[in-house]
């Protein structure tokens, strides 16, 4: 990501601030702005696939479980039953 200037927004500085600041996007909230005059990209995850479409859909994939790497990911743990008070 860069600003219109040609300096690096934070997100371009490392692949775990990439990470961090398109995640703020993708759940609505915003990091910071590539372009702050004009709000680029406008928060939220409708801005972000407008804007960084191969981003949007990584987090899409991560984050609804379908992403190819999470296929060997140990499965949903089960909730157990709450306890019964003056249970021993």
Do not use: K, Q
């Not at 915003?30 to 801005?47: I, K, L, N, Y």
Request: net charge negative; aromatic share 12%; with cysteine.
């Amino acid at each position: 990501w860069s600003r219109p200037d040609g300096s690096r927004a934070y997100a371009g500085s490392n692949a775990s601030e990439y990470f961090a600041e398109l995640t703020m996007w993708y759940f609505g909230t915003h990091g910071e702005f590539v372009d702050r005059a004009s709000c680029t990209p406008p928060p939220g995850p409708g801005g972000l696939a407008a804007y960084d479409p191969e981003g949007f859909a990584l987090l899409a994939a991560i984050y609804s479980g379908t992403h190819p790497a999470l296929a060997d990911a140990d499965p949903p743990s089960t909730r157990l039953p709450p306890l019964e008070a003056g249970g021993g």
